[in-house]
């Protein structure tokens, strides 16, 4: 019986190592990757946990232990469950009309060409572009230390060279989190006289606390979705949880 379990959460470990491969290591992989480790461990040695946890149970801190862990554990899992709920709905909130300014969110640049979920958002952007003549698009992202130079104008020059003219184009290149992208670019619009609904390009599992950011600014978005790599989506999924959680709470600390 405990075959197939242990098979599943070996799985899910082996798809949280494969981001280490390509130098991708996060909150996100380091979560999934050992609490799929621990489950893998559970199953493998199941009559040894459960007599350590029988033996737990003979005792009164035993007990409270046990019972805490479990709470953590029930609370860790419902909390996921919303966030990911609420993460599913803001993938696609297409805008109802073309009276919209697009906002790629930036994200690495690779020795001056976009990295491979960068070039997934700029051809979603590219999509929507070339068929909405009309629109104009913010690309949002400044230059870090190991980039030689900014995400705003390596994607200007991707989306240019795809056949977007200059003229729609117009770029925030100082911001540095997704925070500064949405603030900076909604000052660029204001200034350009561009439509004040924006609709952000992002990867899927970034929409919810991206558009969470952009409605506290005062802006209403929208969201057109990039597609994320299977092996990438787990670990930026559980990654954004974080997130959502750092950014809800400190919220309502502040």
């Known amino acids: 019986m405990r075959v197939v379990p242990t098979l599943i959460s070996f799985i ?4 949280f190592l494969l981001p280490l ?4 290591i996060n909150l ?9 480790g621990a489950l893998t461990a559970v ?8 007599r350590f946890v029988s033996h737990l149970w003979e005792s009164t801190g035993g007990r409270v232990l046990v019972c805490t ?12 469950a919303v966030m990911s709920f609420f993460m599913l709905r803001e993938m696609h909130d297409i805008p109802p009309s073309t009276d919209t300014t697009v906002v790629v969110l930036g994200c690495k640049v690779r020795n001056g060409v976009p990295s491979l979920m960068l070039r997934r958002r700029l051809d979603t952007a590219y999509g929507y572009l070339s068929e909405n003549e009309e629109v104009c698009v913010v690309v949002s992202g400044g230059q870090g230390a190991d980039e030689i130079i ?4 390596c994607m200007r020059d991707y989306l240019v060279g795809r056949g977007i003219a200059t003229e729609r184009i117009y770029m925030e290149d100082k911001s540095t989190t997704t925070d500064e992208n949405l603030r900076f670019s909604h000052d660029i619009i204001a200034r350009e006289g561009l439509p004040a609904h924006i609709t952000i390009v992002t990867d899927g599992f970034h929409q919810l606390r991206s558009d969470m950011k952009a409605k506290k600014l005062g802006m209403e978005a929208y969201n057109i979705s990039a597609h994320t790599p299977w092996w990438l989506a787990p670990t930026y999924w559980v990654r954004e949880w974080f997130g959502i959680a750092y950014y809800t709470a400190r919220d309502v600390i502040s």
């Open 12 to 15: 899910i470990l082996i798809i």
């Open 21 to 24: 491969t390509s130098g991708i």
């Open 28 to 36: 996100g992989n380091i979560v999934g990757a050992s609490v799929s």
């Open 43 to 50: 199953f493998i040695f199941y009559g040894s946990f459960s």
């Open 69 to 80: 862990v479990s709470a953590l554990v029930i609370i860790s899992i419902a909390a996921a």
């Open 150 to 153: 900014s995400e705003a104008k």
